[in-house]
C-alpha cells in the first residue's frame, strides 16, 4: 500500500467514523427512511464519457475506480437491464459554442466556474460514451448542458411515457451531475437508488460522503449486487 492509499484509508476510516455519530442524529429525527424500490425501473449512467472515465482531461475522475469498480459495476448492470428489457439512458455533456468570450452560448454562466468549454461537441470522442460500456439498439444517449440529467431535458417525459417509477443513478460526479440528477429525480416523483460501486469522482472523500447524504434524503443507496438481483427478478414479482 502507498502513502497516498494510506492518507486514502484514514480519510474514508475517518469519514465513516463521522457518519455513524451522524446517523444517531438523522435517526432520532426521522431521517434515512427507505423509498423502496418499484415496479419499473430504468437505468441512467451520468456522464460516463471518455472526458470523464479516461485519463488527460480535466474532467477526468478516479481511473481506479474507474476501471476496477464503476465500468465492471456498470457492465453487470447493463447485462441485466438489456436481458430483461429495462430502459437504459446514457447522459452526456458537451457544448457547441465554446468560446468564452461569445454574446451568446449554451455554456450559460456554468464557464466562470469550471472548464466546460473544453467538451466541444465538435469532438464527438470526448463526449462519446465510454467504449467499454457503450450503447446498444435501443438505447438512448441524452445530451445535456447543466449538472442534472433532468435539468432542461426530455428526460422525465421520456421515463414517465415508458411507465418508469424507478431510477437507477449511476455515474460521476457524485458532488454534482450524479447528486443534482438523483435530487432532481426524487423531486419528479421517481423512485431514486444511488448504485454504491458504480458512482466516482475527482476528489478523495467526495464519493463517500455524497453516497451518506443523499441516503439520510434523497435517495437509497443499494449494491451492484443488489441492484443486478432487482433487475433480475422485477418482472416476476410483477407478474
Known amino acids: 500500500m502507498t502513502d497516498k492509499d494510506m492518507d486514502w484509508q484514514e480519510l474514508d476510516d475517518m469519514l465513516h467514523q463521522a457518519f455513524d455519530k451522524a446517523s444517531e442524529i438523522y435517526q432520532q429525527r426521522g431521517f434515512q427512511r427507505r423509498i423502496g424500490f418499484g415496479k419499473k425501473p430504468a437505468l441512467i449512467s451520468v456522464d460516463l464519457a ?16 474507474m476501471d476496477n469498480e464503476i465500468i465492471p459495476g456498470m457492465q453487470r448492470l447493463l447485462a441485466a437491464c438489456r436481458a430483461n428489457g429495462h430502459p437504459v ?3 452526456t455533456t458537451a457544448y457547441e459554442v465554446t468560446d468564452r468570450n461569445a454574446e451568446f452560448t ?54 414517465r411515457a415508458a411507465n418508469v417509477d424507478t431510477i437507477l443513478v449511476t455515474g460521476v460526479t457524485a458532488t454534482a451531475c450524479v447528486r443534482e440528477t438523483v435530487c432532481d429525480g426524487i423531486a419528479d416523483g421517481f423512485r431514486t437508488i444511488a448504485v454504491k460501486e458504480c458512482i466516482g469522482d475527482r476528489i478523495p472523500g467526495a464519493v463517500a460522503w455524497n453516497l451518506f447524504d443523499l441516503d439520510a434524503k434523497f435517495a437509497d443507496v443499494h449494491t451492484v449486487d443488489e441492484c443486478v438481483s432487482y433487475l433480475e427478478t422485477v418482472k416476476q414479482k410483477n407478474s
Open 50 to 65: 471518455n472526458a470523464w472515465t479516461r485519463p488527460g482531461n480535466p474532467f477526468t475522475c478516479d481511473q481506479n475506480k
Open 89 to 91: 439512458i446514457h447522459v
Open 106 to 159: 449554451d455554456m450559460g454562466l456554468w464557464h466562470c466556474k469550471i472548464p466546460i468549454d473544453v467538451v466541444d461537441i465538435k469532438d464527438k470522442e470526448l463526449w462519446a460514451i465510454d467504449s467499454r460500456i457503450a450503447p446498444v439498439e435501443g438505447e438512448y444517449t441524452l445530451l445535456k448542458k447543466r449538472a442534472s440529467s433532468f435539468h432542461g431535458t426530455e428526460l422525465a417525459g421520456i421515463l
